[in-house]
């Protein structure tokens, strides 16, 4: 059976879609979001955070709502709010199948 596209999650893709989910945000902004909420256990560089942000746009999970000289603008779609809830069912099922293993 094929994949579907994006059916999982990078950890950096993962917080880059959770930090849409209260506002908008342009790449800087999202680098910061995503340092700060991982207490800089997450970092990337403007490629890996580029790159993230075309291929969420060209999956219709982002849209880009402004462009001001060099810095875009982003927001989330409808279709990245469900994919960001598909990853955490996935990783709390992940979760709950270690947890049914117990402790080592």
Known sequence: MAKKVLEILTETMFYVLMSFLRQERCGIEIAEFVE?????????GPGTLYTILAKFEEEGLISEIR????????RIT?????????EISRLRACINDAESEGEI
């Open 67 to 74: 462009v001001e000289g060099r810095k875009r603008t982003y």
């Open 36 to 44: 700060q909420k991982t207490a800089g256990r997450v970092r990337m």
């Open 78 to 86: 409808a279709r990245g709010i469900e994919a960001y809830h598909e």
